[in-house]
Nanobody
Framework: QVRLVESGGGLVQAGDSLRLSCAAS????????MGWFRQAPGKEREHVAT????????TYADSVKGRFTISRDNAKNTVYLQMNSLKPEDTAVYYC??????????????WGQGTQLTVSS
């Protein structure tokens, strides 16, 4: 069992930067591919980014490529999402996800509770 707790969301203006964090419980963090998803009001949840076990490989949704960076610190059991040049369309609840089998993550084994990001224009 893995418990994921996100933090770092909030209200920002277009063009700002923000970093989300996701702290994972347990001793098996390094056995999970980690990712971020988001869900905007009235829309389906969508994949944002996935990072490999070691952090050496990453993949991104086209809508965030070049603006967002996913990283992980295995010593701290934490995965991050650095978001730059934020746009109003990035407004969503952002979810951390953990999975042992897929690349990129499609149907995670575990979800966090989500953190709200609102980007004003």
């Amino acid at each position: 069992q893995v418990r994921l707790v996100e933090s770092g969301g909030g209200l920002v203006q277009a063009g700002d930067s923000l970093r989300l964090s996701c702290a994972a419980s347990g001793r098996t963090f390094t056995t999970y591919t980690m990712g971020w998803f988001r869900q905007a009001p009235g829309k389906e949840r969508e994949h944002v980014a996935t990072i490999s076990l070691s952090g050496g490989s990453t993949t991104y949704a086209d809508s965030v490529k070049g603006r967002f960076t996913i990283s992980r610190d295995n010593a701290k059991n934490t995965v991050y999402l650095q978001m730059n040049s934020l746009k109003p369309e990035d407004t969503a609840v952002y979810y951390c996800a953990a999975d042992r089998n897929s690349w990129p993550i499609i149907n995670p084994d575990f979800w966090g509770q989500g953190t709200q990001l609102t980007v004003s224009s």
